[in-house]
């Protein structure tokens, strides 16, 4: 898949917490409608990542533009573009975490509409259809005034890629979407993500879901203490993976599964 101009594009980012230098030099783009996904073991940057995209994590050095704007550089703001502009674009990047970060006093309706409300200061009546909508497409309408408490774990996640939707992304980060639900709710919310890959959404998501990543992904891409160490098509990445930290990256994840 190509694009004249990537959706996302990084260009030498590091980023460091303190002593720890967690990414090293990475540079990676996402193109328009593409899927691309990140795996590699724990503590190798995937999460960090995803988090400097919409810059919930600011970096140290290097560029990351998003839709050809340059929105970071350095840990800082481009002054290329203006604060608005940059807002604008992070409100088009939705993010769901593996927490599912729910208001709890609030219905699974009222959970959706309320950044439309508040951000984009649409009427309520429309943010109340876009909710019916988008909790139709996620399959809970006859969970709209359901609380958080009384949703399972699976049910609450998509709650949560619907209300990210509710602010017609761009573009959607999924950070380990699935790590925090009992294996039986798995299938419910990469269902959801299937489809919305089916719809052309760009979208990077790190998972240790390894049939997800076959089936939806463009794109795998390997990290290993904060480096891409290789990436391709999920074919070459699951048969024919040219490095051997892959190699045995994969063999332990695939035996943990069965």
Not at 56 to 78: H, M, R, T
Not at 114 to 142: F, H, N, T, W, Y
């Amino acid at each position: 898949m190509s694009s004249a101009q990537p959706m996302i594009r990084m260009n030498d980012l590091n980023k460091s917490f303190g002593q720890l230098h967690v990414l090293k030099n990475i540079n990676l783009s996402v193109s328009a409608g593409e899927v691309v996904v990140i795996i590699g073991p724990s503590g190798s940057g995937k999460s960090t990542l995803l988090r400097t995209i919409n810059q919930l994590e600011k970096i140290d050095s290097g560029q990351i533009y998003v839709d050809g704007v340059l929105v970071s550089q350095g840990g800082n703001l481009s002054t290329t573009a203006g604060s608005r502009e940059i807002c604008e674009l992070r409100s088009q990047i939705g993010m769901v975490f593996q927490r599912f970060n729910l208001f709890p006093h609030k219905t699974a309706l009222e959970n959706v509409i309320e950044a439309p409300l508040v951000v984009k200061k649409i009427a309520r009546s429309e943010a109340i259809a876009q909710a019916e909508r988008l909790l139709a497409k996620v399959g809970l309408s006859d969970k709209r005034d359901t609380y958080p408490a009384k949703l399972s774990g699976g049910q609450q996640q998509r709650v949560a890629i619907a209300r990210a939707l509710a602010m017609h992304p761009k573009i959607m980060l999924f950070d380990e979407p699935t790590s925090a639900l009992d294996p039986e709710l798995v299938g419910e919310v990469l269902e959801v993500m299937k489809e919305l890959a089916r719809e052309g959404m760009t979208m990077a998501v790190v998972t240790h879901e390894m049939g997800f990543a076959r089936e939806v992904a463009h794109r795998v891409v390997v990290m290993d203490e904060g480096q891409i160490i290789e990436e391709g098509h999920p074919d070459e990445i699951f048969q024919h993976p040219r490095q051997e930290r892959t190699r045995s990256f994969l063999r332990r994840i695939l035996r943990a599964a069965v």
